[in-house]
């Protein structure tokens, strides 16, 4: 027999894959498509009936799962005009057919090679996709333009020498090919899930193990999902008669209880921080953590089942009480119960003094939610410096500025040393000062200001709990005495302080709770008592 002769090796579950690249795919060549309604099909493209494509739903893969795996007939996906409506995450894999496998030492193999074409860039996926082995994921594509899916079916037949551990192996053989046009959407394209809650009191609250209930209440489907029967299922904790299954992941379904807890299926710091973490989508299944895992919906189309998976609202763990009316509470004093803080000025309707309302809305400095607290043990009204600051609120540090000593206020600051008050002169000083930027779970920035020179202690990507030390304060900035400039603001650029940029953006309204004020919702206003319990 003219063949090739090799030394028999086990292969993992796993097809040889040639190269699923991150190109940069743009819509040229490719037909430009709308969402087709599902309404009558063509016939999809025969298959060999040796191998057998088929589509690997959103699910955990290797190295996160050895199986098996959930495979799913093409037809399952197919819309209008047989475009498959697929989405990121899925991947394909080959189901054994009816054909002959071979006797004694023969064996036959049926292998797949499969394309992905787009824009009119080929990307191989696989050269030798084999029934059993893992299926292998479907490159990202410009989901606004149609790809093909091109497959072909090839066999190879071996003698095997068992003695030897040899087998010989004749050249493969298309049997067959085809192709499938997909459509491929973002992940969460068809399907999302509404909670009876997305804020939560589980972070930072000192509780080991605390978790709160939740339930998924209602579904919004895709019109192309009208008609199937799709429903909701998912991994968690169940809650029952008042406890939690965890460590025991159990099913979900819409309208059953799971439990919330600090952390998550993904890492904890993004469960912590609220940021997309790119390994959650392989670990969990879900962009930002919701509390579960693998959601999706599973439905009929043609006779055969489909899934797709289902984006999950956004939660807020780190609440600290919730309120009737007005925004929840979510922070703590940002400093000690010692010190003597006081509140010099608050936000703009402050009744004695506030901090001006510009009257920017979207873009723009506007202070008027903004405070300025600053410890005052000897009660004549100046700062004192060197106090520790706290965070008020968990979060990741995204911008700082640690090493600046001037001063600009205009005719120079007040400063109290405790043994001595000294008003200094104008140093012509220009700039903002030093500051900490800290993005909180909800997507809001923690800004402090005026800290003294180089102590502050965090660094950017630091992830910074509650209650944590920032640095000392300050006189540094804009500043007529040491105090802490506290304010939240819906964005931040990092680029700031000029001449990187002069962007800025408006405060937002904030509650604390302190233990004068146990239950939160609580605005400060001059002249009320400072009790801080952060720290």
Not at 224 to 242: I, P, R, W
Not at 382 to 407: F, H, K, P, W
Request: proline share 8%.
């Amino acid at each position: 027999m003219n063949g090739t002769a090799r030394v028999l090796s086990r292969r993992r579950g796993g097809a040889v894959v040639v190269a699923a690249l991150l190109l940069g795919l743009g819509a040229a060549g490719s037909a430009r498509a709308a969402e087709p309604p599902i309404g009558s099909t063509v016939p999809l493209p025969p298959a060999a009936p040796c191998l057998l494509l088929r589509i690997a739903p959103v699910q955990p893969l290797w190295p996160y799962s050895s199986g098996p795996y959930v495979l799913q007939h093409a037809s399952a996906y197919a819309g209008a005009y047989g475009i498959l409506l697929l989405e990121d995450g899925m991947g394909v894999g080959a189901a054994a057919g009816t054909c002959s496998t071979g006797s004694g030492n023969q064996e036959i193999r049926y292998g797949m090679s499969v394309d992905v074409v787009q824009g009119g860039s080929t990307i191989p996926v696989a050269v030798d996709l084999q029934a059993g082995e893992d299926p292998l994921p479907i490159p990202p594509l410009d989901p606004a333009s149609t790809a093909t899916i091109k497959f072909s079916v090839h066999k190879t037949t071996c003698v095997v020498l068992s003695s030897a551990q040899v087998e010989i192996c004749n050249p493969p053989t298309e049997l067959s090919s085809g192709s499938y046009v997909a459509l491929v959407k973002p992940r969460g394209s068809y399907a999302s899930a509404s909670y009876d809650r997305t804020v939560f009191t589980v972070a930072d609250n000192g509780v080991a193990g605390d978790w709160e209930a939740a339930k998924v209440t209602s579904l919004s489907l895709s019109s192309l999902l009208n008609d199937t029967g799709a429903t909701f299922t998912a991994h968690g904790y169940a809650v029952a008669n008042g406890a939690s299954s965890r460590p025991q992941v159990e099913t979900i379904s819409q309208s059953e209880t799971f439990a919330v807890y600090e952390d998550d299926f993904a890492s904890p710091v993004v469960a912590w921080t609220g940021l997309p973490d790119s390994q959650s989508p392989a670990k969990a299944g879900v962009a930002t953590p919701a509390g579960l895992e693998w959601p999706h919906v599973a439905g009929t189309r043609d006779g055969a089942t489909f899934w797709y998976s289902v984006k999950l609202p956004t939660i807020v763990r780190d609440a600290v009480t919730r309120c009737a009316s007005g925004p929840d509470t979510y922070y703590k004093l940002p400093f000690r119960a010692t010190g003597g803080w006081k509140l010099f000025n608050g936000n703009y309707d402050d009744p004695i003094s506030g901090h001006p309302d510009s009257g920017k809305t979207v873009v723009g400095n506007n202070q008027k939610y903004a405070f300025d607290f600053a410890p005052d043990a000897n009660n004549n009204n100046v700062g004192e410096i060197g106090q520790d600051i706290l965070a008020a609120r968990s979060g990741i540090v995204v911008d700082e500025q640690t090493a600046e000593t001037g001063n600009s206020w205009a005719t120079g600051p007040t400063v109290d040393y405790l043994f001595a008050t000294a008003h200094l002169p104008p140093s012509g000083y220009t700039g903002v000062g030093n500051f900490v930027v800290l993005r909180q779970i909800d997507g809001s920035y923690g800004v402090y200001w005026h800290f003294m020179p180089n102590t502050i202690t965090v660094g950017v990507g630091d992830y910074v709990k509650r209650g944590a030390v920032l640095g000392h304060d300050g006189y540094s900035g804009n500043a007529s005495t040491p105090h802490l400039h506290f304010d939240v603001r819906g964005n931040w650029d990092v680029a700031y302080p000029p001449p990187g940029s002069n962007t800025e953006y408006p405060t937002i309204p904030v509650r604390f709770q302190d233990a004068n004020h146990p239950g939160g919702c609580w605005l400060p206003r001059v002249g009320q008592p400072m009790a801080s319990n952060n720290g």
